[in-house]
Structure formats: structure tokens, C-alpha cells
């Protein structure tokens, strides 16, 4: 039986509260920098996440064009989606949809607390809008089901 995970299996997958992992290519012989991140993902769509305009992590996207991303689940079934995709856009995050993640993420009291402690920081920072080219799921479930 596959393990591969159908398109809507993903793209559902995908949409849960998961923290994703961002790669992106090293500069100057340096090894791809992989880092946590917070990101929104509606079916069919495209992959976002925010980041600070200097950033190390941003310099690197910008150049590279194009990112890694890996999203888990580690209580069995183990399960994940990686995704190979090129950025499409930047743009200044809307604190509105920050706000909905620090929800997502930590709930609705500690997201609030959360949002309001960093607002004026989320308005500096900037959105990564990327458009999803490659996939590679596993779904470890499925080796133990009919």
C-alpha cells in the first residue's frame, strides 16, 4: 500500500496548526539554513509566513528565489508534507492575519496577550507569499491500515 498522501489528504494536512520547517540555500559554501516558523495555508493556494525585513533567514529567501518546507506530525501516525516552491511575493504583513495565527498557534487568550505584545513589530514585518511546485508526503498510518 502507498504512503503517499492524495492531494486533498496534503492540502488538509497542511491547513492544521503544525510549526513548519523553512529551508532555504546557505550563502558563501554555507550549509541551507533550516529554521521553525509559524505559516497560513488555504487548499489550492500559497504557502505564507512572515519575517523580519533584515533578517538573516529573509536576505537568504530573497537571493534564493525559492524554499524548502516541511511540515509534521510526530505522535503516531508520524505523517508529513514537504513542499519545494519559489516566492512569489513579499509584502508588508497584515497584522490582522498575524493575529489569527498567534491564535492558531497559542490560543485565544495567550495568542491575544501574544499579538498585543508584538503588534508594533508585526507591522514591520514582512509577509513570503510561495507557490507550492513540489511535494513529497508520508502518512506512516497508512502501513498499518486494510
Same mark, same amino acid.
Given at each position: ?14 491547513? &492544521? ?8 540555500? &546557505?550563502? &558563501?559554501? @554555507? ?6 516558523? !509559524? ?9 505564507? #509566513? ?11 529567501? =530573497?537571493?534564493a ?8 506530525? +510526530? ?8 513542499? +519545494?516552491?519559489?516566492?512569489v511575493?513579499? +509584502? @508588508?504583513? %497584515?497584522?490582522? +492575519?498575524?493575529? =489569527? !495565527? ?6 485565544? %487568550?495567550?495568542?491575544? @496577550?501574544? #499579538? %498585543? ?11 513570503? @507569499?510561495v ?8 502518512? #506512516? ?6
Amino acid at each position: 500500500m502507498s504512503t503517499r498522501m492524495s492531494r486533498a489528504e496534503r492540502e488538509s494536512f497542511l491547513t &492544521g496548526t503544525h510549526i513548519g520547517v523553512l529551508s532555504v540555500a &546557505g550563502s &558563501g559554501g @554555507r550549509p541551507p539554513m533550516a529554521v521553525p516558523i !509559524w505559516y497560513g495555508y488555504e487548499p489550492g493556494g500559497e504557502l505564507t #509566513f512572515a519575517t523580519s525585513p533584515d533578517s538573516v533567514k529573509m536576505a537568504l529567501i =530573497r537571493a534564493a528565489g525559492q524554499i524548502g518546507f516541511t511540515v509534521q506530525q +510526530e505522535a503516531m501516525p508520524y505523517k508529513y508534507v514537504s513542499i +519545494e516552491g519559489s516566492v512569489v511575493g513579499y +509584502e @508588508r504583513t %497584515d497584522a490582522d +492575519e498575524y493575529r =489569527r !495565527w498567534s491564535v492558531r498557534y497559542l490560543g485565544p %487568550d495567550a495568542g491575544e @496577550r501574544f #499579538f %498585543d505584545s508584538i503588534e508594533d513589530h508585526v507591522r514591520t514585518m514582512i509577509t513570503v @507569499r510561495v507557490r507550492p511546485e513540489r511535494w513529497r508526503t508520508y502518512d #506512516f498510518g497508512r502501513e498499518f491500515s486494510g
